[in-house]
């Protein structure tokens, strides 16, 4: 039952969100809390529609949303004249967004973030009936937000803004405002923001900001009444009120912050001052072994005169290399405490001396004060050890670090500052305290374990851990502990940690892209140096899931890709995953490789995911999400790639590009895989079909020399049998047939280079001509050739083409008078008309008119010209009607045809007379 009383259920509650999800719970909720009727809608548009259609109670709007966001709506309803009850319940943070949303007219403002979804709206619930009861009692929500407004812990400044882009006059303000700047509501309100303002050099910046994104954050410095300055960090957004241009400004005073970071900056200065004033050698390194700082002391003694010269490199390559495994910033384990040693310089001397190490917090890191003097100066280098000591715990006590020294049974020997005001404790209640009671329960266990590792002389380690607060909050924290050691037995044991929680995401998600990065640079390596695409893909998802962090990689490659069959590769997999992988192959695809295959991309597989929703197969992948895509290059589709990892990442839209990126890579690696063999294939043909060229062309003189005696032969029998006119009948007919074998042998001369060679792009106008120059039979045929400036991509026998539809014409269109030459587009394909004014073509010649053998002739040449138009994809068929001349149409595919940008003269004709053709004449003509 809920604590609070319900919303009337005759109430009813428009709620608008473009989060379908978030809209539907909050519906579910809001109607179990509140006893009321819920209606949605997804976006602001279609809030007003239903506000004019029905009767509503109240509001509930998110703010940003597409198109008109919800203060816009408010805006908008409150033009209408309606005072309905609106809450802006929002993920939105921001002062400005509740001021501008008072000034439109809201009744209420709540966060979505924070706390469990069902108390948010169990106080959303409390807020609709409050509203609610207000406007039924007659009460304004206008004293709500003055209290919002002026009692906002930041300054907020309302002023005009004009189209020109300068900052007007002061409009309102809050009482922070006053009560920081010295001035009271009416005098600011007579004042101008540059008036407030120490320096106006920032003002233009913020104006270009303003204007092209609406918002513009930025610090600056502020003038009290009595002349006092103060820096503050602005957050400045550009809306409407009441129909005018304003800028509403939270101003937050950073007065105390700017003086911790001149306080830090200070305490830097002043420590290096201290190591580079200590008469004693001071060396810094870091966890990594590489030294970060060296006063001027311990380059003396080392030999050398700058730092530059040692800072940067390797401890035990420059100043110990003796001491691998003996020396703590490499070797953890190691203590170092005034223990005798040998500092090696520049030019190879030993120098003997006494060192300690301890390692301290520097800028958010953990490094190693190395401390070393000269063994004759022992005297002298304790009295500044002691000095460097104290120093060292005065940076402990103001570090930011929580740091704790801890006896080897548990109790607290020191704490620092920090640690205390972190902790909640004073330092009277530490001296009760030990290590178990300050650590979460959670990490108690791992904890202790890590405690009695450390006192035993094991390695140190990083130690992630809970802490209880005295108030009980948990606090994550990060760090390290190390053990300080006295004959082999544990002494003290010291811990440096620092707060890690909000950190904890971003670095998880960093570590996460850097294996990204990692595992796209070595999938590119291996598609640049395999050649094998089975090795390839194996090789690819094998490092997927090695380097990058995926659970599962696998690939499914379409027939013929890799073998004559299908293909499946993975690494990692599961039964499920593989069967689905399968099922793609053998066409029975699951709702999201069906998705993938219609609309690609990325298609994102978790509970949350359409058109995951009631899947078989999900639940085998949980608790992970999945990621799928199709791998396609070109047009060219290989498969699809799946791959499986933690749900955090899989929604990420890096994590998805990235993936992306992976596929797309692969495909262009099988694309060019395949389309390196086809090219070898094609270079092994064009050699093949030129031997063929070769034998062909000794066969064929071969077979005429043959031929040609086998004439004279025939001619010899013919004078020596002049009697029997039986066998002269006979001979005649072998005449004819070695006549046809003699011309058919002839004819083959003129195609055997067909398609050896690659196609060219021709113009066809010249190809025609040509072609018309060849034909000694014109006769006085006109060729009009009207297509326009216009090239096509075909064999170099092209004009072979245009020759025997020429000589076709001739020879059997019986009265030709005139071959006309066409050109037009349908849709994205080319048609050349070639067509005559002859007798036309029977339609039963029509059906066998292109097969090898027809006509009257060599039955080859519109056979051949059908196979030359092929190479390049252009079809070729004859369309007219008996008795109004032949007619064939070329159809050309896209990309195979061109208009040349440079167009010829225009109305250029040449004429081909008895003179100049013999044989009739050929027009051109400009479309």
């Known amino acids: 039952m809920p604590d609070t009383p319900p919303i009337h259920p005759l109430n009813a509650v428009l709620c608008v969100d473009d989060d379908p999800a978030f809209t539907d719970l909050t519906r579910r909720f809001l109607e179990q809390l509140g006893d009321c009727r819920v209606d949605t809608a997804a976006s602001a548009e279609e809030a007003l529609d239903k506000l004019q259609n029905g009767s509503f109670a109240a509001i509930v709007s998110d703010y940003q949303m597409p198109g008109m966001n919800g203060i816009d709506l408010l805006r908008t309803v409150r033009g209408s004249g309606s005072q309905i009850p609106f809450i802006l319940f929002t993920g939105m943070d921001g002062t400005e967004i509740i001021a501008e949303a008072m000034y439109c007219g809201a009744d209420s403002f709540l966060q979505k973030n924070g706390g469990s979804l069902k108390e948010k709206i169990s106080s959303l619930s409390d807020s609709i009936r409050e509203a609610i009861e207000r406007r039924d009692n007659g009460e304004d929500s206008e004293d709500l937000y003055w209290q919002i407004f002026n009692n906002s812990s930041d300054s907020i400044f309302v002023h005009r803004f004009s189209p020109e882009g300068t900052h007007g006059a002061l409009v309102e303000v809050n009482n922070t405002a006053c009560q920081r700047l010295g001035y009271s509501r009416n005098e600011l309100r007579s004042m101008g923001i540059s008036q407030i303002l120490q320096s106006l050099d920032h003002l233009p910046a913020v104006r270009k900001d303003l204007q092209e994104s609406g918002y513009s954050t930025y610090e600056s410095v502020h003038i009290t009444k009595d002349g006092h300055a103060f820096p503050n960090d602005i957050n400045a957004h550009l809306c409407t009120l009441n129909n005018e241009t304003v800028v509403i400004s939270t101003a937050r005073d950073i007065t105390e912050q700017k003086e911790v970071e001149e306080r830090l900056k200070r305490y830097e200065q002043n420590l290096q001052t201290i190591i580079d004033s200590a008469n004693f050698g001071i060396v810094i390194i870091g966890s990594d072994g590489f030294i970060k700082r060296i006063n001027r002391s311990a380059l003396r003694m080392a030999g050398y005169e700058r730092p530059e010269e040692v800072v940067g490199s390797i401890c035990h390559k420059t100043l110990w290399p003796d001491e691998l495994g003996r020396h703590p910033p490499l070797d953890p384990g190691q203590v170092v405490d005034h223990s005798e040693h040998i500092l090696f310089t520049k030019n190879g001397e030993e120098i003997p001396i006494t060192q300690s190490v301890s390692p301290i917090t520097l800028n958010d890191e953990t490094v190693y004060l190395v401390q070393f003097i000269d063994r004759s100066d022992m005297v002298a280098a304790e009295m500044a050890l002691r000095e460097i000591e104290q120093a060292y715990r005065n940076a402990l006590e103001n570090a930011t670090d929580l740091i704790q020294s801890v006896s080897p049974d548990g109790r607290f020997l020191f704490v620092n500052r920090s640690w205390l005001d972190t902790l909640g404790y004073t330092e009277d209640e530490v001296a009760d305290l030990t290590l178990s009671d300050i650590i979460a329960p959670e990490s108690l266990d791992h904890c202790m374990k890590t405690f009695q590792n450390i006192m035993q002389g094991g390695p140190i380690s990083t130690v992630e851990a809970a802490f ?230 000794i066969t064929r003189h071969d077979i005429l020399n043959q031929v040609t005696a086998l004439s004279g032969y025939l001619e010899i029998l013919t004078f020596r049998l002049p009697g029997d006119p039986e066998v002269l009948k006979l001979i005649d007919r072998l005449k004819v047939l070695t006549s046809t074998i003699q011309r058919q042998i002839s004819f083959t001369k003129d195609y055997q280079d067909m398609g050896v060679n690659d196609p060219l792009w021709q113009d066809v106008r010249s190809v025609v001509e040509r072609a018309a120059s060849g034909t000694h039979r014109l006769n006085g045929i006109d060729i009009d050739v009207d297509i326009g400036p216009l090239e096509i991509l075909a064999d170099a026998m092209l004009e072979k083409v245009f020759f025997n539809l020429i000589d076709n014409a001739i020879r059997h269109g019986g009265e030709v008078t005139e071959i006309r030459v066409r050109f037009h587009e349908k849709g994205e394909r080319g048609v050349l008309v070639i067509e005559d004014n002859g007798s036309g073509i029977h339609p039963e010649m029509k059906a066998r008119l292109f097969l090898r053998g027809s006509g009257k002739n060599t039955g080859y040449g519109l056979f051949l010209s059908r196979e030359i138009l092929g190479i390049t994809g252009m079809i070729i068929e004859e369309t007219g009607e008996e008795g109004n001349g032949a007619r064939f149409e070329i159809e050309i595919p896209p990309g195979v045809y061109r208009r040349p940008s440079i167009i010829p003269p225009q109305n250029h004709q040449t004429s081909c007379s008895r003179e100049s053709m013999r044989s009739g004449s050929l027009h051109r003509s400009e479309g």
């Open 468 to 697: 209880c607060a005295k108030d009980g909050r948990k606090i994550l924290v990060e760090g390290s502990v190390n053990c300080i050691l006295e004959n082999g037995h544990p002494v003290i044991t010291r811990g440096f940690f620092r707060d890690v929680t909000e950190r904890k995401r971003a670095e998880q998600k960093i570590r996460h892209l850097n294996h990204v990065l990692h595992a796209i640079r070595d999938v590119t390596a291996i598609t640049a140096r395999e050649k094998d695409p089975y090795n390839l893909i194996r090789e690819s998802c094998e490092t997927l899931v090695q380097r990058r962090g995926y659970t599962m990689a696998g690939i499914a490659l379409l027939e013929g890709v890799i073998s004559d069959g299908p293909t499946i590769v993975t690494s990692g997999c599961s039964g499920e995953s593989i069967h689905m992988l399968g099922g793609f192959l053998e066409g029975e695809m699951t709702p999201c490789i069906k998705t993938a295959m219609e609309e690609g991309g990325v298609i994102v597989i978790d509970e949350g995911a359409e058109p995951c929703a009631g899947c078989p197969h999900l639940g085998q992948s949980l608790p992970y999400g999945s990621l799928i895509t199709k791998l396609t290059h070109e047009g060219n589709l290989f498969g699809i790639m799946i791959a499986s990892m933690p749900p955090e990442f899989v929604s990420e839209p890096e994590e998805q590009e990235l993936f992306s990126e992976v596929a797309r890579d692969l495909a262009f690696a099988l694309y060019s895989l395949d389309l390196e063999g086809r090219t070898q294939y094609h270079d092994a043909l064009l050699e093949a079909n030129k031997k063929l060229n070769i034998l062909s062309g």
